[in-house]
């Protein structure tokens, strides 16, 4: 007989990251790995920046397994349809709920695992139905989507958006996560990379301490937000996960 | 490009399990395994019941990767060393702690990774020093060792063991998780398999409800328990894993 495959994760050993910015629409994508076996997942990966994002997997020495989206965005296209032309046996993944077409549907409770290292998946909707947020298997980190921004929020007004639904994502599924958490959303405007949980919990200016949701929901409802410059080409085109259509 | 190696674990999705039990000893025996890859392990297998355990393993179609001790036994050899001679590639695991030789230390916050499923390492001294109880991935269950059994814990006068740190594993590493947890201990007397935790918290005679630790000082002081049988053969040939001597 011959041993199955295994390995032992030590305490405090870091999964390995990599923070990624698209200036045209101000999305973060991020890769993720396991540092030992180098299977890897990228989360939000951008359509314009494909190409980038293959150099980064190359110099890193990684083994891509999925293409992970936090929704069907409708300010960019994703770069999961264009990965799946170059890597092969690569899958999209996106939730269940936002009803867009990929490899795999996923939702509350599940993990998405990469070598011996794993994301567990929180359902957050609000900024659209189908947003989910991932919580790194040690809680170290959380990626929120647009769901909790650094200092904000995504929008409500689109995609079956509802602030009484996003102040309530918030609260019970990611501020219950400890102080310590770093929070990495999908955008920041203003050249923030990342923020920790336990300071948004305090001063978010919209969801933070002493913020109830009724207040929340009328922040909301004057937000006056001009419509959203590339939704009618994102959108559709990320229902099915990005171009090219691969199916 | 090639895809790296990855998989989805549905919420709720149980984790592969058998018990087994070894009569003269009366110690169970786990299998845990991921039911898609079938990558598994074995916890504190018996000597005397390896030929089973392979039998087992053979019919449920495992790949056993490592074998792993709670602690190093007074009551009976490990089937480690013995697991090792058949299985190409199979490690033994045991805490640093236990001071006992092992292909693997680990110690608490540790992930024991098998396939896409893992338990982890919590440290809960007491019953010896070096002591360890191990926590599904998804908290359904924990094997608890000696440390805490159904209705009972294991004696504290040998092998550096230590009333009190018993009692504080028990109330910060045991007592801290979910009642709906399951308890799998290493041994039962009287034929009981497993325990809701919660009941455990609320009834266990000697650390549920009500008792402080000096009543359970008391009550592990005037057990008049005679010297463990086997206590004098076991715990040299667990210091090293188990026989035969396979360095
Ligand atoms: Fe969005
Ligand atoms: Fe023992």
Not at 17 to 28: H, I, M, P, R, V
Not at 72 to 83: C, E, K, Y
Not at 179 to 207: C, F, M, Q
Request: aromatic fraction near 6%.
């Amino acid at each position: 007989m011959t041993a199955g495959k295994g390995s032992i994760v030590k305490a405090g050993e870091a999964m390995g990251f990599k923070q990624l910015f698209d200036d045209d629409s101000s999305t973060y994508t991020y890769l993720l790995w396991d540092p030992s076996t180098k299977d890897a997942i990228i989360v939000d990966p951008v359509d314009i920046q494909v190409d980038r994002d293959l150099k980064e997997i190359e110099s890193l020495g990684l083994n891509l397994v999925y293409g992970v989206n936090t929704h069907a965005h409708a300010d960019h296209i994703t770069g999961t349809g264009l990965l799946k032309t170059k890597i092969d046996g690569f899958q999209s993944v996106i939730s269940d709920a936002s009803g867009a077409k990929a490899d795999i549907k996923i939702g509350p409770g599940d993990k998405i695992v990469f070598g011996s290292r794993s994301i567990s998946v929180r359902a957050t909707p609000g900024h659209t139905e189908g947003c989910l947020s991932y919580v790194a298997d040690d809680e170290s980190f959380v990626l929120t989507g647009d769901t909790l921004l650094i200092q904000g929020c995504g929008r409500t007004d689109f995609q079956g958006g509802s602030a009484e639904k996003l102040y309530n994502s918030v609260h019970s599924q990611l501020f219950t996560l400890p102080d310590e958490t770093i929070v990495y959303p999908a955008h920041d405007y203003k050249g923030r990379t990342s923020a920790k949980l336990g300071d948004e919990k305090k001063t978010n200016p919209r969801l933070g301490e002493g913020k109830t949701e009724s207040d929340f929901v009328e922040i909301m409802k004057n937000l006056n937000l001009s419509y959203p410059k590339k939704i009618d080409v994102a959108v559709p085109a990320n229902m099915r996960c990005g171009v090219p259509d691969v199916e």
